[in-house]
């Protein structure tokens, strides 16, 4: 297992290089540099020249990317031009943001998509069945910036009952993270319990046609046993590589919602890196991101080694 | 019966049990049993208006989406203007109308493209060993990349353009179309057909255009079908961040993102189009489903 | 021996006297007191503040918040006139070669430590070394500190305009403790000495402020006046947080959220306005919104063509849609509340004559090729005024074409004249508030934003540019200026539509926010 884990973390260095050199030959290729933004609305091109050549952008692309490699191999993700903060301290700072929205994003679609998708299964076709299924179907279908208007326009413009945006830490307000949190974390969300009710709908109908199901039930096993001990426990194991795919999509989601609502976390950094061309905080902070997100999928695929017995023994 | 004429999917037993009584072409009991199937039928009607108005845009939709008209502005929907106007006056009508077309016309290229492209990579990734290694290390980094960030970084690189949007959002999709095509060119490759006619001496190309690459459609098509819904919706924020086709061009993204600052006092500015993404995508989503439920052979012969 | 400059310009009233005059006239009134204290103030500002570092950044958001809590030397007052700040009073020498200030007594940094001239050295040192408008320095010999509270600065040769820059709002020389000198761009440690140290700042949430309370105000006013005179914290608190989305800003004025916003969208105004808990302070004259022509390019090179696009311009319309609504029609480079204000060339502004511009048109030869406005979505107004200038260009036959870029390469575009674009879309904000001669600039190398010709200037605005900058007396740089501003509109190196309003607004019971540039917190307080 542990061998597994290793060889797998040690395939995932190349796909990183390659993600760096995309990323920092994407970004030079991005016509405006941060001079115009440092520079703001109405600078002169003599103040413009400055400003690059104090931030070293008229050096030649090779030299530039030497010396960010260099200082890479040293485990030096380099400093944010504009903010003034070292790469990792400014990830730092956005990451938990983002995790704490995405952790509350999940609880939200692990509750409502597996619910309505056990129910939907073991109510196939009926009523209740179609319901959850017409609202997964809505679900996956809205696009989350639109929910995330509405609900703004509903909530927040008309009703008052919510900021329209912002954020406060759970750690400084509790009640005040909720308040800037849920709007964000729905708008967030919605997509992925549709997803996962689907999922887990079609995951159950399989399990509870199995033969050893139909052998517990008619052990006389009460149904309730059946159909949490039995079904739901083996239908778990495809469902744990969706939520492993739902974690990787809901920081990529992150991208918009933050933008919506203002929300100070790794999707609004990054897009705005992109757009100031921040270029050390874009490289560094992108690299530090799908490292993240390779983890993830790592510790998915182990999670289901552990529940899935056979994977274990089949893995070489 | 020689071997190229081997069952052309894998599920085709599954047809004789259907129909025991009279045996008819593969693709017309597909298409019949598409036909009977409730969802897909709903997902072919929304998204039938979508296409019907795209197709139609020029007749429903003559006044000029771009035209302005400043004495018009902030009108809400009502007998003279449909969908009403934005802040330049605009038809909204005409602009949600001719968004329609964009969308519809992205959708479809991206679809192409992850075809042509997806395929190739993937058949060339599956079947052929040597190239496996390499082809899917750029794939997997390209997939790391949250989507939306690496579609941001390809139009910011190749300037906001309909084109250029096409070509960001195929970037971002045809790795995941690649790795589905290959998964399966993997298991058909080991197929005793497959080999028989590696063992009968037919190249390479021969095998994967008429052994490996029919089988591995079922899949593909129903990626495909799904993959028409994310390009749609992915153009959709693109636009709305900003990014994507360059306004004045009426895209749905467009169209909210200017009316987002009057989504207090002019909300229809925002509802209309998004309802109509609403639509295609959920449209697509049912006709996906549709396919899937029909074309896929496991989940079929459970119903 | 040196004498106190005396009236030296329109623009810069002596220094000295100003402060005599603020100080002993009105001497009866006693300086502003708060008439309540206490309060978090919420301002919902528009765009993401990235760093605090004023001598390194030229961002209007970096401004709004780093000017509350860092002071300079000399800065502007009211009526944008230089004035000391920090320095107790400064003096000219007659030869324009040495200038002397005199610092204020009992001046302390926020984190304890009195301000003496050896961080005024070594805050310009780092000025010198990083500060974005450096040029400045270009005629400074050096700077010395003779005892603790002088700072010399001697020239190599006179430059009668050195104040004007030194005391400019755009990107400061603000004064930080001297152990800061060697801090690197946009890493200044964000310790100053005006009324508000900085408690926190998450970028892209807020910045929060607190009143400081070892705050020595300047005696020598009663009043704040534009960045300096006698200030005063009368919130607790003030955070200002980033809401980048329009709507959320109206909203979050309306519930009481946000207690002062800035830049509301007019559409939203109709209804603030019957809201009795909000009040709608419009700042006038936010930036002037221009196009800037393509010289070297055709068709853009002929003059004829530019009169054609000229005449052909319906301000009121541009103006409209670009603001919704909020703007003034404005003659120039400078507004009419500013004493350089000129309308030269006035005959040339808004003709809106389809009929002359075909005329124009056609003298010059115009084909029909296409014709770029090269504007971004960044900034909505400059897009809504490419909008509808290229529509007007179409009604007189010019094929006008948008190309919507973002800001950052909009701006790398327009510095090279051969990236395929006839009309650049920008705004200048600061500069005409600063003076002619900062607006100028723009005209003349190396900042040309209209390309001259095959890299050869207009001679004529050469002239006039020099002499702007080298007459003595006052009153010929005011009419090189306006000779300048007639030769930009007769030869069509600048379209300027006209200047735009910057609408804010703040709950009712905020008192004594009055717009400026910048939002300034000291002098405010909460009625209730």
């Not at chain 1, 933008?259 to 757009?275: H, K, N």
């Not at chain 3, 000198?181 to 946009?186: L, Q």
Request: charged share 15%; proline share 6%.
């Amino acid at each position: 297992m542990a061998g597994v884990i290793l060889r797998r973390l040690a395939g995932a260095v190349p796909v990183l290089l390659i993600v760096s050199l995309i990323t920092f030959g994407m970004m030079r290729l991005i016509p405006g540099d941060p001079s115009s933004v440092i520079g703001g609305l109405s600078a002169t091109p003599a103040q413009l020249a400055q400003i690059r050549a104090d931030l070293g952008l008229d050096e030649p692309f090779f030299l530039q990317m030497l010396k960010w490699y260099t200082a890479l191999a040293h485990g030096d993700l380099g400093r944010s031009i504009l903010l003034g903060q070292d790469v990792v301290g400014a990830t730092l700072q956005r990451l938990p943001v983002t995790l704490a929205l995405s952790a509350y994003a999940l609880v939200i679609t692990v509750v409502f998509g597996l619910c309505s998708g056990v129910f939907a299964a073991l109510r196939q076709n009926t009523v209740i069945d179609q319901l959850a299924m017409m609202f997964a179907m809505l679900g996956i279908s809205v696009p989350n910036f639109f929910l995330g208007l509405l609900m703004i326009i509903l909530f927040a413009v008309r009703l008052g009952w919510l900021p329209t945006g912002g954020y406060i830490a759970f750690t400084d307000d509790p009640v005040g993270w909720l308040r800037t949190s849920t709007m964000p974390a729905i708008s967030l969300a919605l997509l992925q319990v549709g997803l996962l009710a689907r999922i887990t709908r079609s995951t159950m109908l399989e399990v509870l046609r199995q033969d050893y199901i139909r052998t517990a039930r008619a052990k006389g096993l009460p149904r309730r046993v059946v159909v949490m001990k039995h079904a739901l426990a083996n239908a778990l194991i495809p469902i744990t590589t969706v939520v492993g795919i739902i974690v990787s999509l809901l920081i990529s989601g992150s991208v918009v919602t933050e933008t919506l609502f203002s929300i100070p976390g790794m999707g609004q950094l990054l897009t705005q890196a992109v757009l100031n061309r921040d270029y050390p905080m874009v490289q560094g902070g992108l690299l530090l991101t799908t490292a993240f997100l390779v983890m993830i999928n790592i510790a998915v695929d182990a999670c289901y080694a552990l529940l899935d017995p056979r994977v274990r023994y089949e893995s070489p | 019966m020689n071997l190229p004429d081997a069952p052309s999917r894998p599920d085709a037993e599954a047809d004789i049990q259907d129909v025991p009584i009279h045996r008819q072409h593969p693709a017309w009991m597909t298409l019949r049993r598409l036909f009977r199937h409730q969802l897909f039928l709903t997902g072919i009607g929304l998204f039938g208006i979508i296409l019907a108005a795209a197709i139609l845009a020029p007749i429903i939709a003559p006044v000029d989406p771009t035209k302005l008209a400043m004495r018009y502005k902030f009108r809400p929907p009502d007998g003279t203007f449909i969908f009403g106007t934005d802040n330049f006056g605009r038809s909204l009508w005409s602009r949600v109308i001719w968004g329609a077309q964009l969308s519809v016309v992205i959708g479809f290229s991206v679809v192409l493209l992850n075809a042509i492209f997806g395929t190739l990579i993937g058949a060339l990734a599956g079947y052929f060993r040597s190239l496996d290694n390499g082809l899917m290390r750029v794939n997997d980094a390209l997939m790391a990349f949250p989507a939306i960030l690496l579609a941001i970084g390809v139009t910011a690189v190749l300037g906001p353009s309909t084109f250029n949007v096409i070509l960001a959002l195929a970037v971002v999709y045809i790795p995941r179309t690649a790795r589905i095509v290959r998964s399966s060119v993997i298991v058909l490759r080991e197929m005793e057909y497959v080999q028989a006619a590696v063992a009968a001496g037919a190249g390479h190309w021969r095998i994967l255009r008429r052994h490996i690459l029919p089988n591995a459609m079922a899949p593909l098509i129903v990626q495909l079908s799904f993959l028409f819904a994310y390009a749609v919706l992915s153009e959709a924020t693109l636009s709305f961040l900003g990014l994507g086709a360059v306004p004045p061009t009426p895209t749905w993204g467009n169209i909210m993102a200017e009316g987002r600052q009057y989504m207090s006092e002019a909300s229809w500015i925002i509802t209309i189009p998004g309802i109509a993404l609403m639509i295609t995508v959920m449209g697509l989503n049912l006709l996906g489903d549709g396919l899937r439920d029909v074309l896929d052979p496991r989940l079929r012969i459970q119903q | 021996m040196e004498k106190a400059i005396l009236a030296r310009s329109g623009l810069a009233a002596t220094v000295a006297c100003v402060a005599m005059a603020f100080g002993t006239v009105p001497a009866l009134a006693a300086p502003f007191k708060c008439p309540r204290v206490g309060g978090d103030f919420v301002f919902g500002q528009e765009a993401n503040v990235n760093s605090l570092d004023q001598p390194a950044s030229n961002t209007i958001s970096t401004r709004n918040v780093a000017m509350n809590i860092f002071e300079t030397l000399i800065t502007r007052d009211e009526n944008n006139n230089p004035i000391p700040d920090l320095a107790d009073s400064y003096t000219e020498s007659p030869d324009r070669l040495t200038y002397t200030f005199k610092l204020r007594n009992g001046v302390k940094f926020h984190n304890g430590k009195p301000m003496t001239s050896a961080d005024v050295v070594a805050s310009f040192d780092r000025y010198a070394r990083l500060g974005l408008e450096r040029g400045m320095f270009k005629n400074v010999d050096k700077w010395e500190a003779p005892d603790a509270s002088t700072f010399i600065i001697r020239m190599k040769e006179a430059q009668p305009t050195f104040i004007e820059l030194l005391s400019s709002f755009s990107v400061p020389v603000v004064i930080v403790p001297a152990e800061q000198k060697d801090d690197a761009p946009m890493q200044l440690k964000t310790i100053g000495t005006g009324p508000w140290q900085l408690v926190d700042f998450v970028p892209g949430s807020h910045v929060k402020l607190k009143r400081y309370d070892g705050y020595t105000p300047n005696t020598h006013f009663e009043e704040r006046t534009g960045f300096g005179g006698y200030k005063q914290a009368c919130f607790d608190t003030v955070t200002f947080r980033i809401v980048t989305e329009p709507g959320a800003r109206v909203a979050g004025l309306k519930t009481g959220e946000l207690q002062g916003v800035e830049d509301l969208p007019t559409k939203a105004l109709d209804d603030l306005k019957k809201d009795k808990n909000i009040a709608i302070v419009p700042l006038l004259n936010w930036w002037i919104q221009v196009a800037a022509p393509n010289t070297s390019v055709a068709p853009t090179d002929n003059v004829l063509f530019r009169k054609a696009v000229q005449a052909a311009l319906d301000m009121d319309e541009i103006m409209d849609a670009a603001t919704d609504g909020n703007y003034r029609l404005n003659v120039g480079f400078q507004y009419p509340n500013q004493p350089s204000y000129t309308d030269a060339g006035k005959e040339f502004y808004n003709i809106k004559d389809p009929a002359k511009a075909k005329q124009l048109l056609a003298q010059s030869g115009y084909k029909g090729e296409p014709v770029v406005l090269l504007t971004n979505k960044d900034y909505a107004s400059m897009y809504n005024a490419a909008l509808v200038m290229a529509e007007q260009l179409k009604a007189v036959g010019i094929k006008a074409e948008l190309k919507v870029v973002d800001w950052p390469t909009s701006v790398n575009m327009q510095l090279k004249p051969d990236t395929g674009w006839n009309f650049f879309f920008t705004g200048y904000g600061t500069q005409p508030a600063l003076g002619a001669l900062a607006t100028m600039q723009f005209f003349t190398p190396p900042n040309a934003n209209y390309k001259p010709k095959d890299g050869k200037d207009d001679p004529d605005l050469m002239a006039a540019w020099n002499d702007m900058n080298s007459k003595p007396d006052a009153k010929d740089r005011q009419a090189a200026f306006a000779r300048m501003q007639a030769l930009i509109y007769e030869r069509v190196y600048a379209l300027p539509f006209g200047s735009l309003t910057k609408v804010q607004g703040v709950r009712a019971n905020v008192q004594g926010f009055k717009p400026f540039r910048i939002p300034r917190m000291s002098n405010v307080w909460f009625s209730n």
